[in-house]
């Protein structure tokens, strides 16, 4: 063991009774104490030094060693260091480094204190402290310049910073402190801290500081519970209330929540709305997430305590999420009690977690994600030969075996960010006789690489960033209402591959019949944990992906209805890399109903597709091929669609049912050529 780290946490406090038990964040300073330790990169090893039961407990359970401190040690006068000497002799080992690390900073850094390790083991000091840097002019009582000359007042930039010790930590090189018992010896090096991790707790007004800060300095973290209990005004609502004539209520509410809320039923947490409330919007809003609502309730804490009781729950695993003061009470019972970022200042004091989003603002979705967040992985089971299911829904069309192949035109980006080439588009989709057309939808912002959102590039509407270009041909709310109208009078389905959740909750609003999942966004589990939840069917496509990401990817979104497309994600398509019989591979896999998403040049291959049982088939379409932008290339022009879909009903007409007859065609022939011999 080279570095050792120790955490002196007596009983007694003159300031704050039992101070190393005080809960900042929600968190105990003593855990918090040892959790940073613990993350620094260069400590092998933290013991906590205490004489007291409590403090010794929780210290475990944070993953720390525990000492017991000798009576004679554990007294006001005794030292910090007298503390660390005797862990040192209790545990019989001299590491290195010893490091010296106070409760009564919250928030400590363990990148700070690992690059103050780092200077003691280089051998750049012997004894580190960690200090914030200031330019504060420093007085005596009597009137006199401390650190500074009162004739000459210098300007903050011209001065070079002091530094204030802070009491977070201490780095000794542990023959140094056993040869001059205190921690400043040798060389003395002074590790900067930030002012957010600066503040020390000696008094009550410097824990109730603390508090207030936990949250704003805290690092988000996912929040591990079995449970999420909300309140509804102010949480799922800007706690504002629209009234009409008639003195009707609304209110204003996120869509983005009922995805969340998905989520996190989906992934086994309980969810429960709890508010004081007789407005029937509470249990409206309740239905349509689909969640329990206790509502019209005078007194929260103990129904609060009734339920997570007939529910088995765990308080200590359980949050509770509020924004006034009636909320201080189940706040009280959880073990992660959670406020909006405008809630009241006594409930974001008392919160563990406060949240970014506003009530009303996304408040809930941010929640979910972050507990989702902390929720294991399911495991990846091996996936064997299945039944094959029926045919998938899709709106008003069944596709699967036995159904008329569903031929899809992708216009994808083709369209270049014009609604009426788009509409062209569709219109030779309709003529061809597909029965839908595709899209992408993105959220440039997310999507585009930030490496190449600054690059510049050339295109029909002149010099732009690629980032300006992306935009430029994304349509937006307006432009697919409009589309969504006009394929509904052309009698077309339409849909879209989204390539972030933005997107998804975009598509949710447009409410699509149908999601389809790229084959690059095969491994993004975010965005397909998302999919899943919507409950909408789902068009899988497999290029660029190995069996063992689409085993993942169908774990996620499940079996009963997923559609796969074959795809090889190469433009254009060789056919030496079709691959075609990964169809059958792919049938047999998953007992899914499976397509072919094509890129080729010409109808060859995506024909031989239907022929090897392509139950759908997806093709980008393009008015002219040599039209600017990047899929134009590997498109079918219209005449090449209207002829693929052509050939499409024919193949389906000439491959019967497998059943061995002589058909009427044949009787003629038959009794004229047919020869019988014994």
Excluded at 173 to 193: M, N, S
Excluded at 638 to 663: N, T, W, Y
Aim: hydrophobic letters at 40%; proline letters at 6%.
């Amino acid at each position: 063991m080279r570095v050792l780290a120790v955490v002196p946490a007596r009983g007694g406090s003159a300031g704050v009774p039992l101070k190393n038990l005080a809960l900042v964040g929600g968190v105990p300073l003593v855990t918090r104490a040892v959790r940073a330790s613990l993350r620094a990169e260069l400590v092998d090893q933290v013991v906590v030094s205490t004489d007291h039961d409590g403090i010794a407990e929780t210290a475990r359970q944070a993953g720390a060693i525990v000492v017991q401190r000798p009576e004679e040690l554990s007294g006001a006068t005794a030292s910090s260091e007298s503390a660390v000497l005797h862990a040192l002799d209790t545990l019989g080992e001299d590491p290195e480094v010893v490091v010296l690390v106070q409760c009564t900073s919250a928030f400590i850094d363990p990148e700070n204190l690992s690059a103050a390790v780092r200077m003691v083991l280089d051998g750049e000091a012997d004894s580190v402290v960690s200090g914030l840097p200031t330019h504060e002019f420093l007085w005596t009582a009597a009137g006199g310049g401390i650190n500074h000359d009162p004739a000459v007042r210098q300007r903050r930039q011209d001065r070079e910073p002091q530094f204030r010790e802070n009491g977070a930590f201490y780095v000794m090189r542990t023959a140094g402190l056993r040869a001059h018992g205190h921690r400043f010896f040798g060389e003395v090096a002074v590790q900067p801290v930030p002012a957010q991790h600066a503040m020390e707790i000696d008094n009550p007004e410097d824990l109730e500081l603390v508090r207030a800060l936990a949250p704003f300095v805290d690092t988000p973290e996912p929040i591990d519970v079995d449970a999420v209990i909300t309140d509804f005004d102010g949480v799922h609502t800007d706690d504002r209330a629209y009234v009409d004539s008639d003195g009707r209520e609304m209110v204003l509410v996120s869509r983005s929540d009922g995805m969340g809320v998905s989520l996190l039923k989906r992934s086994g947490v309980k969810v429960l709305i709890m508010s004081t409330e007789h407005n029937p919007v509470v249990a409206a809003r309740a239905r349509k997430l689909g969640v329990p609502v206790l509502q019209g309730l005078a007194e929260k804490r103990t129904v609060l305590r009734d339920w997570l009781t007939i529910e088995g729950l765990d308080p200590a695993r359980v949050a509770y999420v509020g924004n006034d003061v009636n909320d201080l009470g189940p706040m009280g019972e959880v073990g992660w009690p959670i406020a909006t970022p405008d809630a009241h200042p006594r409930v974001r004091a008392a919160a563990r977690v406060v949240l970014t989003s506003a009530g009303g603002s996304g408040a809930v979705r941010e929640l979910c994600d972050r507990v989702v967040a902390a929720r294991p992985e399911p495991p990846v089971a091996e996936i064997r030969v299945r039944p094959h299911f029926g045919p998938v829904a899709i709106g008003d069309v069944l596709v699967g075996h036995g159904e008329p192949v569903y031929v899809i035109g992708e216009i994808g980006i083709n369209h270049n960010g014009d609604l009426d080439l788009a509409r062209q588009l569709i219109d030779v989709a309709a003529e061809a006789g597909c029965q839908a057309v595709k899209f992408q939808k993105r959220t440039p912002a997310i999507c585009v690489p930030e490496e190449q959102k600054g690059q510049i590039r050339q295109t029909p509407w002149g010099e732009m960033t690629y980032l300006e270009y992306k935009e430029r041909t994304e349509f937006g709310r307006d432009e697919y209402r409009q589309i969504a109208k006009y394929c509904d009078e052309r009698g077309l389905h339409w849909f879209a591959s989204p390539w972030d959740v933005p997107s998804v909750e975009f598509l949710e609003e447009m409410d699509v019949l149908v999601h389809k999942v790229a084959s690059a966004s095969v491994a993004d589990h975010e965005l397909l944990r998302v999919l899943a939840a919507t409950g909408k069917p789902i068009i899988l496509s497999t290029g660029m992906s190995t069996l063992s990401e689409i085993d993942q990817a169908v774990e996620i979104l499940g079996t009963g209805k997923l559609i796969m497309m074959h795809a090889t994600s190469t433009y254009p398509l060789p056919p030496e890399e079709a691959n075609l019989r990964t169809i059958t591979t792919l049938k047999e896999r998953y007992g899914v109903p499976v397509g072919y998403s094509g890129h080729e040049r010409g109808l060859q291959i995506s024909l031989a597709a239907v022929t090897l049982g392509a139950v759908c088939v997806e093709r980008h379409i393009t008015l002219d091929r040599t039209m600017w932008g990047s899929d134009h290339a590997a498109s079918l022009e219209p005449s090449g669609l209207e002829h693929l879909v052509r050939d499409i009903r024919i193949i389906e007409q000439a491959m019967g049912d497998g059943v061995k007859r002589v058909f009427p065609g044949e009787e003629a022939p038959k009794a004229r050529l047919r020869r019988v011999t014994v």
